[in-house]
């Protein structure tokens, strides 16, 4: 089984940063895609950025030049560093491992979700 876990999130004023994590833990081989989804209370879940095993990058218009992805191969790991935060930020923001491949199945793919994290951006 594997098991993703989110971290770094907050309250923050407008204007600040944080940073996300994302850790993928179990019998892992490999993971092609890792990405950052946010929901907020009564709006659909969003792609907010997304980033390929080969470090191509993917980012929704509304955070283009303020996130940014990256990830750690070695670690499973993802990262979301979010500057000038706005209020509109404000969401559980939600980690994604899409294209897994497990090394008791090499031959399947699945995706796993994490729990989400809360980002609260409010002077």
């Known amino acids: 089984q594997v098991q993703l876990v989110e971290s770094g999130g907050g309250l923050v004023q407008p204007g600040g940063s944080l940073r996300l994590s994302c850790a993928a833990s179990?019998?892992?081989?490999?993971?092609?895609?890792m990405r950052w989804y946010r929901q907020a209370p009564g709006n659909q879940r969003e792609l907010v950025a997304a980033?390929?095993?080969?470090?191509?990058?993917t980012y929704a218009d509304s955070v283009k030049g303020r996130f940014t992805i990256s990830r750690d191969n070695a670690k499973n790991t993802v990262y979301l560093q979010m500057n000038s935060l706005k209020p509109e930020d404000t969401a559980v923001y939600l980690c994604n491992a899409g294209d897994v491949i497990l090394r008791t199945t090499p031959n399947r793919v699945y995706e796993y979700w994490g729990r989400g994290t809360q980002v609260t951006v409010s002077s």
């Open positions: 980033i390929t095993s080969g470090g191509s990058t």
């Open positions: 179990g019998n892992i081989f490999s993971i092609y895609a």
